[in-house]
């Protein structure tokens, strides 16, 4: 990002779709260092991007720095609620999650169920409620992640 600039959300937004287009999915670092940046809007823009990426099924799974980045966010890290449900959306169209499904009290669930448990906890749920939905819901992918 070029720190000339004043960082509005506009530029921020222009800067981070050129960041975003020249990488590449399979080679994690430029979107993993991104998900890290403190203005909600950048971490907001990558997520959308790795949203579309997968729902095209152009590419079926995400590099593990960028899995972990997105553990990260999910344990507390993020604070945005509209971003924290993005990465939830984003770990449920993973190939590999889907094949590991995701655990709410006991039950598996299918990337479709998450999406819809999703959408329900963003319409009418604080954010404390949507973490909290996140750690059941995510409580497979982050043993895996940190105990490979």
């Not at 975003?20 to 940046?37: H, Q, R, T, W």
């Not at 960028?66 to 890290?77: D, F, H, Q, V």
């Not at 009418?124 to 750690?135: G, L, M, Q, T, Y």
């Given at each position: 990002?070029?720190?000339?600039?004043?960082?509005?959300?506009?530029?921020?937004?222009?800067?981070?779709?050129?960041?975003?287009?020249?990488?590449?999915?399979?080679?994690?670092?430029?979107?993993?260092?991104?998900?890290?940046?403190?203005?909600?809007e950048?971490?907001?823009?990558?997520?959308?991007?790795?949203?579309?990426?997968?729902?095209?099924?152009?590419?079926?799974?995400?590099?593990?720095d960028?899995?972990?980045?997105?553990?990260?966010?999910?344990?507390?890290?993020e604070?945005?609620?509209?971003?924290?449900?993005?990465?939830?959306?984003?770990?449920?169209?993973?190939?590999?999650?889907?094949?590991?499904?995701?655990?709410?009290?006991?039950?598996?669930?299918?990337?479709?169920?998450?999406?819809?448990?999703?959408?329900?906890?963003?319409n009418?749920?604080?954010?404390?409620?949507?973490?909290?939905?996140?750690?059941m819901?995510?409580?497979?992918?982050?043993?895996?992640?940190?105990?490979?």
């Open positions: 990002l070029d720190i000339t600039k004043p960082l509005t959300p506009t530029a921020v937004n222009d800067e981070v779709v050129v960041a975003v287009e020249e990488s590449n999915m399979a080679n994690g670092s430029i979107l993993s260092d991104l998900l890290k940046f403190p203005l909600y950048v971490r907001d823009r990558v997520l959308e991007y790795m949203e579309v990426i997968l729902a095209e099924g152009s590419i079926k799974d995400i590099p593990d960028i899995k972990e980045e997105l553990a990260a966010m999910i344990l507390g890290r604070q945005y609620h509209k971003c924290l449900i993005k990465v939830l959306n984003i770990l449920a169209l993973c190939a590999d999650i889907e094949r590991t499904k995701w655990q709410k009290c006991g039950s598996l669930l299918g990337p479709q169920q998450v999406l819809e448990y999703l959408i329900c906890m963003a009418d749920h604080s954010i404390d409620d949507v973490r909290c939905a996140a750690h819901l995510s409580g497979r992918f982050i043993s895996q992640v940190y105990n490979e």
